[in-house]
């Protein structure tokens, strides 16, 4: 069945950086689009980035621009967060999700989320 | 800064029909936007219910269908049960791949 699986998830100290992974299966990962999403404790959902299908397009959140990269690897299934200087703001459970339909859309798929904790 | 707009909670009598909205801070949601509907319960992803506008995803209940509502998109509950009780997330898209999540709706069925 179509999957999502988020890991990578840690505790960090502020400013430094973290990776996190979403492995796919289940579907044609290389014809879907692919976001973060992220929901701090307590908060409500926060769209993150979004990366086109061949990984040559990538946007982002304002909160984010300049401090994290998705990325892509459609050889592995596998999509990116790179994240940089960190900091308590960016404490949360990340979400990958998938694209509606190809190019489209947000929520095909989710996966069940990584937690980021970011304190000193 | 675009802002999508939800009312913070809502009430629903068992049975009864609810109508959630989702708004631009600035000018009108139109089904170029995408409007998308989540329902999340504590603990557990998003489940997508309603996607571009009306678009009932897989295993989602007739109960649950969205529309456009004059200036806002709108998820309607009609017949709500009390597993409904959850939190409601809509987001839009809002150009050059930029998607905007509102706050949320948390309804209670009582």
């Known amino acids: 069945q179509v999957q999502l699986v988020e890991s990578g998830g840690d505790m960090v100290q502020p400013g430094r950086s973290l990776r996190l992974s979403c492995a796919a299966s289940?579907?044609?990962?290389?014809?879907?689009?692919m976001h973060w999403v992220r929901q701090a404790p307590g908060k409500g959902l926060e769209w993150v980035a979004l990366?086109?299908?061949?990984?040559?397009?990538?946007y982002y959140a304002d909160s984010v621009k300049g401090r994290f990269i998705i990325s892509r690897d459609n050889s592995k299934n596998t999509l990116y967060l790179q994240m940089y200087g960190l900091t308590a703001e960016d404490t949360a459970v990340y979400y990958c999700?998938?694209?509606?339909?190809?190019?489209?859309?947000?929520?095909?798929?989710w996966g069940q989320g990584t937690l980021v904790t970011v304190s000193s | 800064q675009t802002v999508v707009t939800q009312e913070p909670s809502f009430s629903v009598s068992p049975g009864g029909t609810v109508t959630l909205t989702c708004g631009l801070s600035?000018?009108?949601?139109?089904?170029?936007?995408?409007p998308t509907w989540y329902q999340q319960t504590p603990g557990q992803a998003p489940r997508t219910l309603i996607y571009?506008?009306?678009g009932r995803s897989s295993g989602v209940p007739e109960r649950f269908s969205g529309s456009i509502l004059g200036s806002k998109a709108a998820l309607t509950i009609t017949g709500a049960q009390a597993d409904d009780e959850s939190h409601y997330y809509c987001?839009?898209?809002?150009?050059?791949?930029?998607?905007?999540f509102g706050g949320g709706t948390k309804v209670t069925v009582l």
């Open positions: 999700a998938r694209t509606i339909s190809s190019s489209t859309g947000l929520g095909g798929c």
């Open positions: 990366i086109s299908l061949e990984g040559t397009k990538q």
């Open positions: 571009s506008t009306n």
């Open positions: 987001v839009l898209y809002v150009g050059s791949g930029i998607w905007v």
């Open positions: 289940g579907f044609t990962f290389s014809n879907y689009m």
């Open positions: 600035s000018g009108s949601v139109s089904t170029s936007h995408h």
